[in-house]
């Protein structure tokens, strides 16, 4: 027996030379299915996130739910997303500014102004005799039919209570006439926030329809 053989092992135990038994921990098999039923938890969580974004992406059943109320019945569901309204841009506006007032300078000072904030300026002057010292409000804005749903709107937010009105012109341009109640032009704060509000209007929010009553 060699020296090297520990006491109480022979046989095929019998240490030799440099060969030592390798003595190997046993393999802890719980480690492996705790890590099995974690992977699986975070696929089932991974993929509950994803039905929940193709959820709210594609407007799942979420967004409505039914509830009644003492004597009504309605669908209660998220406002519908506001389009935005196609109208030209400042710069595509060609404005004609013309003094109806007795005041000097109004029609050069406004029109420096509009140029400021992107409108194309066309004719600048005292008003026709049609309207000189004739327009009582603020002013008018003039121009042709085509005019009251694009150019109107988005020059109008930079003179409140300004009113509207047609004629036969066959060109795009339009006409501010300042009137003898013209104070000054919307501030830029308040023109801006009337431009928004005129492009992207607010949604507008479902009703709810009184329930039938049975006779």
């Known amino acids: 027996m060699s020296m090297l053989t520990p006491p109480g092992m022979?046989?095929?135990?019998?240490?030799?030379?440099?060969?030592y038994p390798r003595m190997r921990r046993p393999r802890r098999r719980g480690r492996i299915v705790v890590a099995t039923i974690t992977a699986a938890a975070a696929l089932g969580m991974a993929g509950w996130g994803t039905l929940q974004l193709i959820d709210v992406f594609g407007?799942?059943?979420?967004?409505?739910?039914?509830?009644?109320?003492?004597?009504?019945?309605?669908?209660?569901?998220?406002?519908?997303?506001?389009r935005a309204v196609a109208l030209p841009k400042p710069a595509d506006i060609t404005v004609n500014v013309y003094n109806a007032t007795p005041r000097g300078g109004l029609a050069k000072s406004t029109a420096d102004e509009l140029k400021k904030r992107?409108?194309?300026?066309?004719?600048?002057?005292?008003?026709?005799?049609?309207?000189?010292?004739k327009?009582?409000?603020?002013?008018?804005?003039?121009?042709?039919?085509?005019a009251v749903k694009g150019a109107f709107p988005v020059l109008g937010t930079q003179l409140q209570g300004a009113v509207t009105k047609t004629d036969t012109r066959a060109t795009a341009d339009v006409d501010l006439i300042i009137g003898t109640g013209f104070q000054s032009l919307a501030t830029p704060g308040d023109a801006t926030v009337a431009m928004t509000a005129l492009l992207h209007p607010e949604p507008e929010k479902p009703g709810c329809a009184p329930t039938k009553k049975k006779q």
């Open 59 to 82: 407007g799942g059943s979420g967004d409505t739910a039914r509830h009644t109320t003492a004597g009504s019945t309605c669908e209660a569901a998220s406002p519908s997303p506001a």
């Open 118 to 133: 992107g409108f194309a300026i066309g004719k600048i002057g005292n008003a026709p005799e049609a309207y000189d010292k």
């Open 135 to 146: 327009v009582p409000g603020p002013g008018i804005l003039l121009g042709a039919p085509g």
């Open 10 to 19: 022979g046989g095929k135990y019998r240490v030799t030379g440099k060969t």
